[in-house]
């Protein structure tokens, strides 16, 4: 089955400066790669996604890159701000357009603290 | 909109109880719903895919008898924790797949936190 890595753990940054999270993943079937924000207490929101007919997608201080040569994929935040801070997930799956059997597999998790 | 909800927000059961999480997706009609299981400080792993008028999918190692899940309606799926034990404690969080005009997209709900006691 599919296997997610994300790294980092832990992220700090000042206010201000950008925010560089990694996945790798190892099915090269996978062809949706969302990833969500999830704050204390709260469900996982959808931030941004790409698919793999894409190598890059930006969304305002948010841009995702896809490279699907070394299946791996990255999300960068911009100038980011103190409501920054949560816990960042990568996700992959396949059959995203066929909707078939979708399993969305899921990295560990990025916490994200960003200092004022 | 993608709006998911969860309910209850929250709930306290004691053991041997058996307590319904409900899941609905308010502004759009979802043919499939999945359960997870998110312990603290730890990723989310999917317990099942439930599929409208069908029975669930169940992950390897999820007790199907235990996490009963129901897909009745193309907007709700409901998750039952029957005879709950305090190891059942969790954060519990649905999502439900969203056609969109390339492909299917998931969206979570707000999840639901059971503490049995």
Redesign the interface.
Known sequence: GENVEQHPSTLSVQEGDSAVIKCTYSDSASN?F?W?KQEL??????II?I?SNVGEKKDQRIAVTLNKTAKHFSLHITETQPEDSAVY?CAASK???S?G????T????TKLQVIP | G?V?S?HPSWVICKSGTSVKIECRSLDFQAT?M?WYRQFPK???M?MA?SNEGSKA?YEQGVEKDKFLINHASLTLSTLTVTSAHPEDSSFY?C?A?K?GP??????????T?LTVT
């Open positions: 949706y969302p969500y207490g709260k469900g996982p929101q959808l996604d698919r997930f059959n995203f357009y909707g059997y979708q399993k969305v899921f990295g560990i998790g | 993608a998911v969860q499939t999945f730890q990723s989310l999917l895919t999918t969080i999502s797949r056609p390339v492909g299917y997209e998931q969206y979570f709900g707000p999840g936190r």
